[in-house]
């Protein structure tokens, strides 16, 4: 089995900056695609950044310029880089990874726990 944790959520002023780290952990071959989606209550889990094995990028389009996801494979850890933070980016922040298990040949999709980021003054 594989677990996702995330860290490094909090409360922060609006232009503050937030770092959020996910680690996956258990019985893992490789991790491909790793990505970082939000949720507000009431609304669908929207995708927020994801990063390739060979680092290619993607964004939301409101994110561009404040948000930098990166990935240490060496830690299988997926970082979010959150910069100039303003208050619609207020969520429940998940991340999600595609993962090899060892001994399987297929890739499964795996979530973490989610963790609060709430940007307020």
């Known amino acids: 089995q594989v677990q996702l944790v995330e860290s490094g959520g909090g409360l922060v002023q609006p232009g503050g900056s937030l770092r959020l780290s996910c680690t996956a952990s258990?019985?893992?071959?490789?991790?491909?695609?790793m990505a970082w989606y939000r949720q507000t209550p009431g609304t669908q889990r929207e995708p927020v950044a994801t990063?390739?094995?060979?680092?290619?990028?993607n964004y939301r389009e409101s994110v561009k310029g404040r948000f930098t996801i990166s990935r240490d494979d060496a830690k299988n850890t997926a970082y979010l880089q959150m910069d100039n933070l303003k208050p619609e980016d207020t969520a429940v922040y998940y991340c999600?990874?595609?993962?090899?298990?060892?001994?399987?040949?297929?890739?499964?999709?795996?979530w973490g726990q989610g963790t609060q980021v709430t940007v307020s003054s």
């Open positions: 990063i390739t094995t060979a680092g290619n990028t």
């Open positions: 999600n990874a595609d993962v090899v298990q060892s001994g399987v040949l297929r890739s499964a999709n795996f």
């Open positions: 258990g019985s893992i071959y490789m991790v491909r695609l």
